[in-house]
């Protein structure tokens, strides 16, 4: 089995303040990690993913992700937030092999404060 | 515009008066699921389709029921809707459900059961 952990319900940021959303996960497994952003009264949205190769991946929004197998952390990192960045965003994991049996973090409610 | 539509977007109902939330995407994508999205839980999945006439449970199917007729169509069924299922509910779709997928998801329903 497969889990995620998000610790931080929600995190407050001025803007142009850098920002790590936190994400743990457990499998025993290889895994592919995703992280998703769900703005106010929308659907969630791909906003990068993991699936081999460099660790480091990015967003055309300025978000970056590392992978960490030795920690199992995917921690989602942006140098200056703005306030289009407020949204909800959740961490999600899939094992390889198989179907798409995706695990999802409970979210982190990021608020950028003007 | 490729999309996955949801309806209705919003929906209050009494307890044990059936209802239908139907959900069509226009990827031609293999793969549909279900989700309810509950405060502090994050998302849960309901069902899964990983094709036409092909439908599995998730982690939280009690209460529901779903069918695959069309490869478009995955509409949700509630027979008999009780309070504690009130939630937001998401459809989702991918191309073939293969854990490296990206879910692409409908704006949501947000059911109130009274």
Redesign the interface.
């Known amino acids: 089995a497969q889990s995620v952990t998000q610790l931080d319900s929600q995190v407050p940021v001025f803007e142009e303040a850098p920002v790590e959303l936190r994400c743990n996960y457990s499998s025993s497994v290889s895994v592919y990690l995703f992280w998703y952003v769900q703005y106010p009264n929308q659907g969630l949205q791909l906003l990068l993913k993991y699936l081999s190769g460099s660790t480091l991946v990015e967003s055309i929004n300025g978000f970056e992700a590392e992978f960490n197998k030795s920690q199992t952390s995917f921690h989602l990192r942006k140098p200056s937030v703005h306030i289009s960045d407020t949204a909800e965003y959740f961490c999600a994991v899939t094992q390889a092999g198989g179907y798409q049996k995706v695990t999802f973090g409970t979210g982190t409610k990021l608020q950028v404060i003007p | 515009e490729a999309q996955?539509t949801q309806n209705p977007r919003y929906l209050i109902t009494v307890t044990g008066k059936k209802l239908t939330v139907t959900c069509s995407q226009n990827m031609n994508h293999e793969?549909m699921?279900w989700?309810r999205q509950d405060p502090?839980?994050?998302?849960?999945?309901i069902y899964?389709s990983?094709n036409v006439e092909v439908t599995d449970k998730g982690d939280v199917p009690e209460g529901y029921k779903v069918s695959r007729k069309e490869k478009r169509n995955f509409p949700l069924i509630l027979e008999s809707p009780s309070p504690n299922q009130t939630s937001l509910y998401?459809c989702?779709s991918?191309l073939q459900?293969?854990?490296?997928?990206?879910?692409?998801?409908?704006?949501?329903t947000r059911l109130t059961v009274l």
């Open positions: 996955v793969y699921s989700y502090g839980l994050g998302l849960r999945q899964y990983m998401f989702a991918s459900g293969a854990p490296t997928d990206t879910q692409y998801f409908g704006p949501g």
